[in-house]
């Protein structure tokens, strides 16, 4: 007899209670059911049930088989499904949850793609640098940035989250081009208004394992990364901000970057999800995507 068609069985019978049940739900003789049992004993050199005219009891050795023979079965149904589940067109309301600044630069463009080429999802693209309980509120996937806690969902790392510090072309005509990280002290710096100003308003970098931080001033403080950004264009000062939301003005020109030999700081960056045994085609599309789009070096 087939190995895993016994097993088969002999988890059916042990959810069932007794042999009959158990034929009755496979659409087998009861002795058909009492005969995979028997190869599956006599296979092991053990009793697995103990039989009685009403019910049949599982041995030690059966519960202990039995734990494992369920994780093999749910195994080959995953396995089964995979060709199926390709197949599958995504479909069906994802639900994304990412942090303010990286979610409108790049997750935002990115889930324009996926609609385009999944018409069948709906998307609700949730902002906020609070952190989600992704369970209990209901969300497919998290983007994070920094250290992760110890924590029962996958994580897969992404591109790390770098920082940047740069100025108009204006602003340095006008001001001059800081030398080193000390020098921003005297110039005039547009902060991030966060949860703690004072952390904010200390900018660290990292040249030659060396690490310099300056507390920097400056007239205007806010709290949303593009407003900044229009700040910082108009020629209001110097800004230290999220490369992805920077590169495209670093790149034609409408600002420049300041410090190029010294490292401003960067962190881990990862999308969460939950430990499913199978992720949903919508899931696993839009997990293909961002992480070929944000690979980790």
Request: net charge negative.
């Amino acid at each position: 007899m087939d190995r895993l068609a016994s097993i088969a069985v002999f988890v059916k019978v042990a959810d069932k209670g007794s042999f009959a049940a158990a034929a009755a739900e496979l659409d087998m003789s009861a002795q058909m059911v009492g005969k995979h049992v028997a190869e599956l004993e006599a296979r092991l050199s053990g009793r697995l049930i103990n039989r009685t005219t009403r019910r049949q009891n599982l041995t030690e050795l059966g519960r202990a088989y039995y734990q494992q023979c369920r994780i093999i079965i749910a195994e080959v149904e995953a396995a089964d499904a995979l060709a199926e589940d390709i197949s599958v067109e995504p479909r069906g309301r994802l639900r994304i949850n990412a942090p303010v600044t990286f979610g409108s630069a790049c997750i935002a463009p990115l889930l324009v793609r996926y609609a385009e080429r999944f018409p069948a999802v709906e998307i609700d693209l949730i902002l906020g640098d609070r952190k989600v309980d992704l369970i209990e509120e209901g969300f497919d996937a998290v983007v994070r940035v920094g250290e992760l806690p110890d924590s029962s969902l996958i994580a897969r790392p992404l591109a790390p989250y770098r920082l940047t510090i740069c100025a108009a072309p204006a602003y340095v005509r006008t001001h001059g081009r800081p030398s080193d990280p000390q020098a921003l002290a005297e110039h005039q710096c547009i902060v991030y208004l966060g949860s703690s100003e004072s952390s904010n308003r200390t900018w660290r970098f990292t040249r030659d394992g060396r690490t310099e931080e300056v507390t920097v001033h400056g007239q205007i403080r806010m709290n949303d990364s593009r407003a900044m950004l229009h700040a910082v264009e108009a020629g209001s000062g110097i800004v230290m901000g999220a490369e992805v939301l920077l590169d495209p003005y670093l790149a034609d020109g409408r600002l420049e970057q300041l410090l190029p030999e010294w490292q401003a700081p960067s962190w881990p960056m990862h999308v969460l999800y939950a430990p499913d045994r199978r992720p949903t085609a919508k899931l696993r599309a839009f997990l293909d995507m961002l992480v070929a789009a944000f690979p980790r070096p």
